[in-house]
């Protein structure tokens, strides 16, 4: 009974953190346009917030996936899971792809612009040392160095098959690894406690992002460049709020705008920061505190984070539609298909990260039609701007996952969902782990936690 009225102290406390966000970023996009030289050196303290984030990642999806999978009986349970989740992703990537292609050759972005000198250089920088990697290349990379490695190299993917692995040696152990499994169950609530330390930077973080991409930018560029921006948020939004939202209400039950009120504050860090990693440690804890079974969650989110990347293949398509129709040069249908489905693959792991959505676009046109990588310095100018609307919609894909991936498996309490959505039992923002969570360590009661 203790613990129940401890949510309303730590609500009181943390109220005024987001709309201090709120406050930060335009306080940074007025000192981007009023003294843009200055708003520029700014951009380590956006930097350094978004790395201290990062930081609490691994151990985050290490914790989360090794407590849900070593408490599961039966290692079939995992996998289902897991094949559910991954046919789910390439299926919502394909129709991200399809949307964008559709929206793209409609809008016809790109017509009518120039390429100069100083853009083709852009695009040349832009592509760097991009260089395409081959199905082994990505396929060996996810073999970390040593077990304990992904910890400290910050590898989703990497982290994601070290955890696997101790999980399922755990869950082989039986009842003798249930002391390990606490042990890792009280480190958890020290990442998590460390993780709401470092929100309080949050505010400070957000002001240098977004003076130093406002000071870099400029009105001018966005201005002359609105049409592909306008046109990528107004699909991203269509397909977030029109698709998503059709499919989680037909099969949860679960209204999107609800689902999205209750993540308000993630949305928020990712638009002052422009990166949905920095949500990804507060997305896993509040879907378990909705409803969602650990073992769902600790799978469904970290894999998501890296194959369904519903923003990044609907930016992927527009902009190479973009920097063909700006060369003069538009593809052909058989070629739209060939180079975007290559991207999609070629983007796995990158999700999350500020920029990694321009080099993937630059390695894939390298890769594909070297003739029109001068043109991706166009788009340079405003990437970090439709890197939010990206993020934005990567993260709303993961999050809308988690729910139906819990539906389908029976892992999800919708009674619980519903008390939660509707404010009755708000996410304790002190220590960001949920109640729930160190009872689900016990095999039995993996399923039916929620509901007790």
């Known amino acids: ?168 040696a755990l869950q082989g152990l039986g009842s003798v690894s249930e002391p390990i499994l606490r042990g890792i169950g009280y480190f958890q609530k020290v990442v998590f406690k460390v993780l709401a330390m470092l929100m309080w930077l949050a505010p400070i973080g957000a002001f240098g992002a977004m003076a130093a991409v406002v000071g870099a930018t400029g009105v001018d560029a966005l201005i002359s460049l609105a049409q592909i921006m306008l046109g990528f948020y107004i699909t991203c939004a269509l397909f977030v709020f029109g698709m998503l939202g059709a499919i989680l209400w037909a099969v949860a039950r679960i209204n999107i705008f609800t689902l999205f009120k209750y993540l308000a504050r993630e949305f928020l860090l990712i638009v002052s920061t422009s990166s949905s990693e920095s949500a990804l440690p507060r997305l896993i804890a509040k879907m378990e505190h909705v409803g969602v079974s650990r073992p769902v969650v600790g799978i469904t989110v970290p894999t998501g984070y890296s194959f369904n990347l519903d923003g990044t293949a609907i930016y992927l398509t527009m902009a190479s539609l973009f920097v063909a129709e700006a060369m003069g040069d538009p593809l052909s249908v058989a070629e739209q298909v060939s180079l975007l489905l290559f991207m999609i693959i070629a983007s796995k792991g990158a999700a999350g990260v500020t920029g990694a959505g321009l080099a993937t676009l630059a390695g894939g046109l390298q890769s594909h039609r070297p003739d029109l990588v001068d043109g991706v310095g166009l788009i340079v100018g405003i990437d970090r701007f439709m890197s939010e609307a990206r993020a934005l919609t990567n993260f709303a894909g993961n999050a809308v996952a988690t729910v139906l991936i819990g539906t389908w498996t029976k892992e999800f309490d919708r009674e619980r969902a519903q008390l939660v959505l509707s404010g009755g039992d708000p996410f304790d923002e002190s220590t960001m782990v949920d109640d729930h969570g160190p009872a689900k360590a016990e095999p039995e009661t993996t399923a039916s936690t929620p509901a007790s």
């Open 1 to 168: 009974m203790e613990t129940a009225s401890a949510p309303p102290v730590n609500k009181d406390r943390t109220r005024y953190l987001y709309p201090a966000v709120v406050v930060a970023v335009l306080l940074g996009i007025a000192v981007g346009l009023l003294i843009p030289d200055t708003a520029v050196e700014l951009r380590p303290i956006g930097t350094g917030f978004v790395n201290l984030i990062k930081m609490m990642i691994s151990p985050v999806i290490f914790c989360t996936i090794v407590l849900g999978v070593g408490s599961v009986r039966q290692a079939a349970k995992v996998g289902k899971v897991g094949g559910l989740a991954l046919g789910y992703f390439l299926t919502m990537s394909t129709v991200a792809l399809a949307i964008g292609l559709v929206v793209g050759n409609i809008i016809h972005p790109g017509a009518g612009l120039h390429l100069d000198a100083s853009i083709a250089e852009a695009g040349q920088k832009a592509v760097g040392d991009t260089a395409t990697e081959s199905t082994a290349d990505f396929l060996l990379g996810i073999i970390p160095t040593t077990l304990l490695s992904p910890l400290t190299d910050g590898n989703v993917l990497q982290t994601l098959l070290a955890a696997l692995l101790v999980g399922f």
